[in-house]
């Protein structure tokens, strides 16, 4: 990590959405104490964001079936008593077509060059591929510590993971290949020890009850987000994009204003459904969900805009967070 790290985490804490968590306890702590930076990455639907949310316990990444849904860098925070291990989740890398397909690439790239640990996932389930070499080839320069984790092993006969074990340790001279299923747990807290093992010795960086430093209007936009997405059968993940406007906390209850971005009229009619049933539908999928989020009462208000061709627009893309 860069050198500034603890004073970046210090001007983090300013804007955290604190949340009580259940600190994971190691059972043997040989006095040393280590802290510092992951990530995964991996091909879209590597099942990046499913590992992330096992780790820390608590949804905080957005998971989806439709690949590249994960946007924003996220972080989830592992406290133990002999470490902290802060995960960043990352946007699949991939060929830009758009410039939100370019700024997602360099935002990758920077992420890669700040951590400590990475962790390269290769799903257990489908065939080592190009899009795996590619990604395999980029870890050459990296000064951070480079791990495959082999996911969704539950997918797959004992036979077949050895086959992609071996595969996998082919691509790249991988510091450790560790197989895990984050729907299962199998595997899951050795993978955290083992990123663990290559943290450096550093102070805490974080106070103990951070989870994520994600400011909560951005998780509260990602909700939202996920919410439209299930409606949509067909393939537009990345015509949507939501932005929290207002949110205001009157007594118990917490008003939120947000507007849902589509890039074209016919778009917005399916997100809308008809006579509004699909948005009223999504408001309150949302809605459950932001209430689990904030522990209380929600209202929440949606409004679906068109912004012709948002993801080619610097403009857009920057009022989009981007
Ligand atoms: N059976 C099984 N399914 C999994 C496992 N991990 C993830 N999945 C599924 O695989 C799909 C993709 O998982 P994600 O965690 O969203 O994948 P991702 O790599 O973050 O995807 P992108 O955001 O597209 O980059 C989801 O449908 C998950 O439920 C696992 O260990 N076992």
Redesign the pocket.
């Known amino acids: 990590m860069t050198t500034n790290r603890e004073q970046r985490a210090k001007q983090d804490v300013g804007q955290k959405v604190h949340r009580h968590a259940e600190a994971a306890r190691s059972d043997a702590t040989n006095g040393t104490y280590r802290a510092g930076f992951a990530c995964?990455v991996?091909?879209?639907?590597?099942?990046?964001?499913?590992?992330t949310n096992a780790i820390i316990g608590q949804k905080i990444?957005i998971?989806?079936?439709?690949?590249?849904?994960?946007r924003h860098v996220i972080r989830g925070i592992l406290h133990r008593e002999d470490a902290q291990l802060v995960l960043v989740d990352t946007?699949?890398l991939h060929r830009p077509r758009t410039l939100l397909g370019e700024r997602l690439n360099d935002l990758v790239r920077e992420v890669w060059s700040e951590v400590d640990v990475i962790g390269v996932?290769f799903?257990a389930d489908e065939p080592v591929g190009r899009g795996d070499r590619f990604i395999s080839a980029e870890m050459a320069e990296l000064k951070a510590t480079v791990l495959a984790v082999v996911?969704?092993?539950?997918?797959v006969s004992p036979q077949r993971l050895a086959e992609h074990l071996l595969a996998v340790s082919k691509l790249y001279a991988f510091a450790e290949i560790v197989p895990?299923?984050?729907?299962?747990g199998h595997q899951v807290s050795h993978l955290v020890d083992v990123m663990i093992k290559y943290l450096p010795e550093s102070p805490q960086l974080y106070p103990d009850d951070v989870l994520t430093d994600e400011p909560e209007q951005m998780l509260i936009a990602e909700l939202i987000r996920e919410a439209a997405l299930e409606g949509v059968r067909d393939e537009l993940p990345h015509s949507i994009a939501v932005l929290v406007e207002e949110m205001m906390v009157e007594g118990a209850l917490t008003k939120i204003y947000a507007d849902l971005y589509v890039e074209r009229d016919s778009q917005k009619s399916i997100v809308i459904g008809a006579r509004g049933a699909r948005l009223k539908e999504v408001g309150s999928q949302a809605r459950r969900e932001i209430e689990q989020l904030l522990g209380g009462k929600v209202y929440l208000d949606l409004h679906v805009r068109v912004a012709k061709e948002w993801q080619r627009d610097p403009r857009q893309l920057r009022k989009l967070g981007f």
């Open positions: 995964f991996g091909r879209p639907n590597a099942g990046k964001s499913t590992l990444a998971t989806s079936s439709k690949p590249q849904t994960t946007p699949g996932c799903p996911t969704k092993v539950d997918l895990v299923s984050a729907v299962s």
